[in-house]
């Protein structure tokens, strides 16, 4: 039976599949997930292995074998949730969970030559997105404590991009990282100006990002817009009600907002938004 069944990764877990694509197992290498029971077997440090069926154990710990080394703790799984059945069910080409902040700027910018020293480097904005979008990222990911999860670079249809979504007790941020390295940023009515340019729109842009992703969710999605390394901010009054701007070293205070998601209705909707498939309605 061992030779029939597969292993294939499962967000941050393994998932051991029938050839019908059945799930009879999975091995979670931190412990995560559920309740451990009795039973030790050759597996990480730590972690659990939850059999569906007891009767395929010997078949499920020698297919496991060469991923694991140490102890785990065998037995059933826990009551599954809505979002575990989903985590389960997604297939790994479809899972954005291990997207990196700025995956498609990282895939544009990895083919092109380094730029050659002491000349203009024609991919400079680029590369200053991709440096926003990976603060950005990094100080979304230590929200994670609080229990907030994100998605980076979703991809929408007809090539657009959210930078970040943040699924929390807070809501459902959709966040747009604005390069502004040592630039003043001034914020009025629907334009921001970003030095001595012309003012952009990105507000409406945000706005419109944010609607996108709550039609794909169907929940509410506040826009955010998140300026990374400014020397000035400056909003000229009335700021707008709908959209939230903040610095990038503001990131951490969302860790206080509260009172909309429970811990369940956050996970099930990180099990959507990190699904590909959520967001060709968008």
């Not at 479809?94 to 083919?111: F, I, S, T, V, Y």
């Not at 480097?121 to 404590?145: C, F, M, N, T, Y």
């Amino acid at each position: 039976m061992s030779a029939l069944l597969r292993v294939t990764p499962a967000g941050d877990r393994l998932c051991v599949l029938l050839p019908n694509g059945r799930a009879v197992a999975w091995y979670d290498p931190d412990g995560a997930g559920g309740r451990g029971t009795e039973g030790r077997a050759g597996g990480g440090e730590g972690g659990r292995i939850f059999l569906v069926h007891e009767r395929l154990r010997d078949e499920v710990l020698a297919v496991l074998a060469p991923y694991v080394a140490g102890d785990v703790t065998v037995g059933p799984p826990p009551v599954p949730t809505s979002a575990d059945l989903a985590r389960l069910a997604l297939h790994p080409d479809d899972d954005l969970a291990p997207n990196r902040p700025g995956e498609a700027l990282h895939a544009q910018l990895d083919r092109l030559p380094p730029p050659r020293r002491l000349a203009r480097d024609p991919h400079r904005g680029a590369r200053a997105r991709l440096a926003a979008q990976q603060s950005v990222g990094d100080a979304l990911d230590g929200l994670e404590i609080a229990g907030w999860r994100v998605v980076h670079s979703v991809p929408l249809p007809g090539a657009d991009q959210l930078h970040h979504v943040a699924v929390g007790p807070g809501g459902v941020l959709a966040l747009y990282a604005l390069p502004a390295r040592g630039l003043r940023i001034l914020v009025e009515g629907e334009g921001v100006r970003a030095g001595r340019a012309q003012p952009v729109p990105l507000l409406d842009v945000a706005r419109h990002r944010a609607e996108r992703a709550a039609l794909a969710l169907a929940t509410a999605v506040r826009p955010v817009l998140v300026v990374v390394g400014a020397a000035r901010l400056e909003l000229v009054p009335p700021a707008p009600a709908d959209v939230r701007i903040l610095r990038d070293g503001e990131i951490p205070a969302l860790a206080a907002l509260g009172g909309i998601h429970k811990p369940v209705d956050v996970e099930a909707l990180y099990a959507r938004a990190r699904d590909r498939r959520t967001w060709l309605r968008a």
